[in-house]
């Protein structure tokens, strides 16, 4: 009888650990596809902000530099 009682191990059903397996991959996916989606809304944000900077600055430089204007000395 002892022999019989060693030779006992519980084994999960393989069904449960596929699902579990795929539920984890599926998961890990979706998130990787979440990260990437808000990466490319970050850099696209950011190419819009740098570009309306250019324009910005490119509008300044045509501007007339009014603080060196009135600190001149004379």
């Not at 009682?5 to 397996?21: A, K, S, T």
């Not at 599926?26 to 990787?32: A, N």
């Not at 600055?57 to 600190?71: A, C, R, T, V």
């Amino acid at each position: 009888m002892s022999d019989g009682i060693n030779r006992i191990v519980f084994v999960p059903p393989p069904q449960l650990d596929d699902r579990i397996e795929t539920h984890h991959v599926t998961r890990e996916f979706h998130r990787e596809v979440g990260y990437r989606r808000d990466f490319e809304a970050y850099c696209q944000w950011y190419y819009e902000t740098a570009e309306r900077h250019r324009q910005e600055f490119e509008k300044m430089q045509g501007d007339i530099n009014l603080f060196g204007w009135f600190s001149r000395r004379r």
